[in-house]
């Protein structure tokens, strides 16, 4: 199947890197990020600030993520200073921007386990208004069993991805969901027809961040990480590595790409783990709106 991702760096518009300084009332001088400039259905994304040269700039604060002098990044995240607009209000308003562009169609996140199509999903589908749909869930309704692993332990992994083939196929006929798919399911191309109904995003995490996410949470619902030895970071490590090397092309095959590294970087954070689901969601957004334009 050809790979319709575009593998580099991708320009969505609501991120720029430009930073900005403004004067605090102590007359230190914070550095912030600097959001898009786009207008959002009326919103202004943006508003003036004087800065300490005097110069006026347009700025749209989401989120303050660095810290300087005396005041830690923690304060300042917690919105003791001003806020002008957050990434919800973004993400609001993107959503409506696009959505009629979706047209009903469902969204499904593919990636490795650990991804975050569960929670970005969820932030997602609320943005848009659609529902909801978790096909591990959907899964394991449809079998009568109350997690994966117990699925795979009792019918091992061929059953699984059977049901898995058959939740897709219902899900395909349906509109406006946002569907977590289960980190396999890229493997099968039938799922790739049932998934072409709609549109397919891939959350491309980098694998040191899986394991952490993972290995913080424990490998017991995904039995698929339950097959190396060491400790549970280097285990799950060494596990999604051949996994993501065993699919990272069928990861390819997905409308949109989303790169956590990406984001990122365009937002100047040094750590992926800072980057908030939020966030992530905005970019699905623009990356689904940029496939839309191709
Ligand atoms: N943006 C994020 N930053 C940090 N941790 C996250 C983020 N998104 C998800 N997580 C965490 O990673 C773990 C896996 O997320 P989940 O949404 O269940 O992934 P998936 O559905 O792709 O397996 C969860 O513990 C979740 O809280
Ligand atoms: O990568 C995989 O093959 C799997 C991922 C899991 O879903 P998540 O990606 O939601 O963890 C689940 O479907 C099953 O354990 C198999």
Redesign the pocket.
């Known amino acids: 199947m050809e790979a319709k991702v575009l593998q580099g760096m991708q320009s969505p518009t609501w991120i720029m890197r430009e930073k900005i300084v403004m004067r605090k009332q102590d007359s230190s001088l914070q550095s912030f990020q600097k959001f898009g400039e786009q207008k959002w259905n009326g919103v202004p994304a943006s508003c003036s600030l004087r800065t300490s040269k005097g110069r006026s700039h347009r700025l749209a604060v989401l989120r303050v993520s660095c810290s300087s002098g005396n005041v830690p990044a923690s304060t300042l995240e917690s919105g003791s200073l001003p806020t002008l607009l957050d990434e919800s209000m973004i993400l609001r308003n993107k959503a409506e921007e696009i959505e009629p562009y979706i047209n009903g169609r469902c969204i499904y996140l593919v990636?490795?386990?650990?991804?975050g199509?569960?929670t970005v999903g969820k932030v997602l589908s609320e943005a848009l208004g659609y529902s909801f749909c978790?096909?591990?869930s959907l899964?394991e309704q449809a079998v009568g069993m109350s997690t994966?692993?117990e699925i795979?332990k009792q019918y091992g992994e061929s059953f699984?991805r059977d049901n898995?083939t058959e939740v897709l196929q219902k899900l395909s006929s349906m509109h406006r969901r946002v569907v977590?798919?289960?980190?396999?399911?890229v493997?099968r191309p039938i799922n790739w027809r049932h998934m072409q109904k709609g549109i397919s995003v891939w959350l491309d995490i980098p694998v040191e961040a899986l394991a952490r996410r993972i290995t913080a949470v424990g490998t017991s619902?995904?039995?698929?990480l339950h097959q190396e030895s060491g400790d549970p970071f280097s285990r799950t490590m060494k596990r999604l590595s051949t996994?993501l090397e065993e699919r990272g092309e069928a990861y390819g095959n997905a409308d949109a790409r989303v790169s956590l590294e990406n984001i990122a970087s365009k937002l100047g954070l040094k750590d992926v783990c800072n980057v908030t689901s939020t966030a992530i969601a905005i970019e699905v957004l623009s990356q689904i709106e940029y496939f839309l334009k191709k």
Do not use: Q, Y
């Open positions: 990636g490795m386990m650990g991804s199509k569960t978790d096909c591990d899964i994966v692993a795979f699984f898995e977590s798919t289960g980190g396999g399911a493997i619902s995904r039995p698929l996994l």
